[in-house]
C-alpha cells in the first residue's frame, strides 16, 4: 500500500492521506479580505486529491502584512470575507482546511511581487513595520521599529484573536508561521535579533517569542483541533539559526502541545547562500522528526509521486507539502494515485475524467462512472 496514501491522524483529525497543498501568497486581497480570486484558487485545489489544504499566509494584523493584498484575519470584515469563501470551497469539497497566521515584520510593507516585490516608501502606499532590532531587511529599506513590550503583547494577543476568528470559521487546523525571514523567525535569529532584554541574545531568550505566540495560539483553538509550526531550519548563514536550534526549539514545542512541524528554511537575509535541488530540506525534516519526536513535513522541490512516495517510505518525514507544484498541476494528487496505483475519493463530476487504464481511479466512483 502506498505511504504516501494512508491516513495519517493529528488529534481528532484523520487526514485521508499525506499530501498538504502548502500554503501560497496569493497578495489578492482587498484590505486584508478574501476576494473572488481565493474563492477560485482554493475551489480548485479543495480538488487536487489532497489530504489537507492549507490558506495562504494570513496576517494578524494589518501592519503585520507583506503587501496590502496579503490576507488577513484581523477583524469582523475580513473574518466574515473569508468565511464567504469558505462555505463556496466546502460546498463543493470535504478536505480539511487549516490556515497559517502569520506576521511579516520586517519583510513588511512590499510592493505585490509582480510590481517588483521591493519595499514601498511611506508616501507610496508603504508603512513602518515592526521587528525585534531596529535591523532593515534589505540594504536601504527603511529601518523597522525595534518592539517595545507593548508591541510585543499587542502582536501576541493579534495571534490568539486570529486563532479564535479561526475556530468560529471551523477551519480544521492552524499553523503558526515560524520561518522565512517573517516576524517570528526574526526573533529566534541572532542575524535578525540583537536585542539584549528576555527576548535577545541567549538561545532560551530568543525562543520566547515564538513559545508565547504558541501557547497564545494553541490555548484559543479548540483542544481537539491541531496547531503545528513552519520553522526555518537554517539561515544559510554563517552565525545564524540553524539546525541544532531548530531540533532544541521543536522539543519545546511538542511539550507544550505542537503536532507537528513544516520544516523549511531560509529567509532571514538576502545574503544566504541555498544549496537547492530537488528534495533538498528533507533531511531538516528527517533531523527534526527523529531527534525531536514530532511529527514533521518535508517541503521545497517536491514534484515527482515516487519522489514524496519515498520520502515518507523512508521515514524521512510524515507528511510532503507541494506548493508550485500544485499551482502547475492542480491535479496533482490524482495523477499521483494513478501513478502509485491506488485510488481516492472524487466528486461526482469528474468521475469520467481518468485517462484509460485508470478507470477505478476514484474509489467512490461506482460502475456507472463511465
Request: charged share 20%; aromatic share 8%; net charge negative.
Amino acid at each position: 500500500m502506498s505511504k504516501l496514501f494512508s491516513p495519517f491522524a493529528l488529534r481528532g483529525l484523520t487526514l485521508s492521506n499525506r499530501i498538504f497543498v502548502s500554503p501560497m501568497c496569493q497578495y489578492s486581497a482587498v484590505d486584508g479580505k478574501a476576494s473572488a480570486w481565493h474563492t477560485v484558487h482554493l475551489g480548485g485545489l479543495a480538488l487536487s486529491g489532497a489530504g489537507m489544504l492549507f490558506i495562504e499566509a494570513t496576517a494578524v494584523e494589518a501592519a503585520g502584512r507583506i503587501t496590502r493584498g496579503d490576507l488577513g484575519l484581523w477583524d469582523d470584515a475580513t473574518e466574515r470575507a473569508l468565511a464567504g469563501t469558505l462555505a463556496a470551497v466546502r460546498a463543493v469539497s470535504a478536505t480539511p482546511i487549516a490556515i497559517q497566521l502569520a506576521h511579516a515584520g520586517r519583510k513588511g510593507s512590499c510592493a505585490v511581487p509582480w510590481q517588483g516585490g521591493r519595499q514601498l516608501a511611506l508616501d507610496a502606499g508603504g508603512w513602518v513595520t515592526d521587528a525585534p532590532s531596529a535591523l532593515p531587511h534589505n540594504q536601504g529599506d527603511l529601518a523597522p521599529t525595534a518592539l517595545d513590550q507593548a508591541g510585543i503583547d499587542r502582536i501576541i494577543a493579534a495571534f490568539g484573536e486570529a486563532a479564535v476568528r479561526a475556530a468560529r470559521l471551523e477551519l480544521d487546523a492552524i499553523e503558526v508561521h515560524g520561518a522565512h525571514g517573517y516576524l517570528i523567525h526574526e526573533f529566534l535569529s541572532p542575524i535578525s535579533n540583537q536585542r539584549t532584554d528576555a527576548y535577545g541574545g541567549s538561545l532560551e531568550n530568543r525562543f520566547r517569542f515564538a513559545l508565547e505566540v504558541f501557547d497564545r495560539v494553541r490555548a484559543q483553538f479548540p483542544s481537539q483541533k491541531p496547531v503545528g509550526v513552519r520553522l526555518s531550519a537554517t539561515d544559510w548563514m554563517e552565525g545564524g539559526w540553524d539546525l541544532a536550534q531548530t531540533v532544541e526549539l521543536a522539543r519545546i514545542l511538542k511539550a507544550r502541545g505542537a503536532d507537528w512541524i513544516d520544516a523549511s528554511s531560509g529567509g532571514i537575509s538576502p545574503a544566504q547562500k541555498i544549496s537547492a535541488g530537488p528534495g533538498y530540506q528533507v533531511p531538516f525534516a528527517n533531523a527534526i522528526k527523529h531527534r525531536a519526536g514530532i511529527p514533521t513535513t518535508a517541503v521545497g522541490l517536491i514534484t515527482e509521486p515516487a519522489q514524496a512516495e519515498s520520502i515518507l517510505a523512508n521515514d524521512d518525514a510524515d507528511m510532503v507539502a507541494l506548493a508550485r507544484g500544485m499551482l502547475y498541476d492542480p491535479r496533482w494528487g490524482w495523477h499521483a494515485a494513478a501513478e502509485l496505483g491506488t485510488s481516492i475519493q472524487g466528486p461526482p463530476q469528474y468521475w469520467r475524467a481518468p485517462p484509460h487504464g485508470h478507470s477505478e481511479l476514484f474509489a467512490n466512483s461506482g460502475s456507472g462512472s463511465r
